[in-house]
């Protein structure tokens, strides 16, 4: 059973909005940490948003104050809303699971040992 799925991604114009989902085949009130991440052609995986079991979050300078992450661990859901959308948050964005909730706000993917396949986001300006 693959243990995180992603969609909801998906091409939009600048200034519009997308919400991720990321449905996990484990208890997410369990796991310390999940996280969203991105990598765009040529770049390094980024770490975009985090939130560890105890509901706190932490997000990369560039989407600060436009993307939420949040979970709903009835549904074994992860979500990342994101508005006002720039041509430079054109990535592949993946799911991740897996690092202890003391490192979880260094949104390093190296933590983390569970990941989803990706889903697409194309920002046009």
């Known amino acids: 059973q693959v243990p995180l799925v992603e969609s909801g991604g998906g091409s939009v114009q600048a200034g519009g909005s997308l919400r991720l989902s990321c449905v996990a085949s484990?208890?997410?009130?369990?796991?310390?940490?999940m996280g969203w991440f991105r990598q765009a052609p040529g770049k390094e995986r980024e770490g975009v948003a985090v939130?560890?079991?105890?509901?706190?979050?932490s997000y990369a300078d560039a989407v600060k104050g436009r993307f939420t992450i949040s979970k709903d661990n009835a549904k074994n859901t992860l979500y990342l809303q994101m508005n006002s959308l720039k041509p430079e948050d054109t990535a592949m964005y993946y799911c991740?699971?897996?690092?202890?909730?003391?490192?979880?706000?260094?949104?390093?993917?190296?933590?983390?040992?569970?990941w989803g396949r990706g889903t697409q986001v194309t920002v046009s300006s």
């Open positions: 991740a699971e897996g690092a202890g909730r003391a490192l979880c706000h260094t949104r390093e993917g190296r933590y983390h040992g569970y």
């Open positions: 484990r208890n997410t009130a369990r796991r310390d940490c």
């Open positions: 939130i560890s079991s105890d509901g706190r979050t």
